[in-house]
T-cell receptor, first 113, second 110 residues
């Protein structure tokens, strides 16, 4: 099994729908991140969490919310999806007790029609 | 947040060394330099990181300028499987968040 698992891997939805992308990890890391990637562009940080009670906005948090249900779970929600939120979303984890290296999931491709 | 600047694309011949540059002129004294790469249709993966001294691992080497305002990722013998987008990013002091740029797309020619 993958260290960082994202579900769903692919999702097509309509404008205005609520969408949740889930991320779970088995690495025991405290830190978790959500990134967004648009075609031909790099990754942009949406939200990050350093522990269950610590959640921070990243570069592009507008239109998104997150929930850290447990150390191992970090969910990203789009309350009312819009077409320009069509993108590839990545979850990542890191361990500050080590080198704080990022481990990424395989990605969730979201299409908003 | 300190930013990094990389060339948009580079080409290399297979079996030859590749030097991927990165400028980070506003780096802070305790910011770590990290390199990741993203293979087609995959999530980014860690390559190497360093603070002041040059670093080597099984994947690559990292050369850091004495003033730390630039660094170079060195792939000693490029293979077709090294074709990817390479990201140079800084682990920012205080916030400890990772800000990615657009990276360098490396094309390896057979």
């Amino acid at each position: 099994d993958a260290d960082v698992t994202q579900t769903p891997r692919n999702r097509i939805t309509k404008t205005g729908k609520r969408i949740m992308l889930e991320c779970s990890q088995t690495k025991g890391h405290d830190r978790m991140y959500w990134y967004r990637q648009d075609p031909g562009l790099g990754l942009r940080l949406i939200y990050y969490s350093f522990d269950v009670k610590d959640i921070n906005k990243g570069e592009i948090s507008d239109g998104y919310s997150v929930s850290r249900q447990a150390q191992a779970k970090f969910s990203l929600s789009l309350e009312s999806a819009i077409p320009n939120q069509t993108a590839l979303y990545f979850c990542a984890t890191s361990d500050f007790r080590g080198a704080d290296v990022l481990t990424f999931g395989a990605g969730s491709r979201l299409t908003v029609l | 947040d300190a930013k990094t600047t990389q060339p948009n694309s580079m080409e290399s011949n297979e079996e030859e060394p590749v030097h991927l540059p990165c400028n980070h002129s506003t780096i802070s004294g305790t910011d770590y330099i990290h390199w990741y790469r993203q293979l087609p249709s995959q999530g980014p993966e860690y390559v190497i990181h360093g603070l002041t001294s040059n670093v080597n691992n099984r994947m690559a080497s990292l050369a850091i300028a004495e003033d730390r305002k630039s660094s170079t990722l060195i792939l000693h013998r490029a293979t077709l499987r090294d074709a990817a987008v390479y990201y140079c990013i800084l682990r920012t002091t205080g916030t400890y968040k990772y800000i990615f740029g657009t990276g360098t797309r490396l094309k390896v020619l057979a």
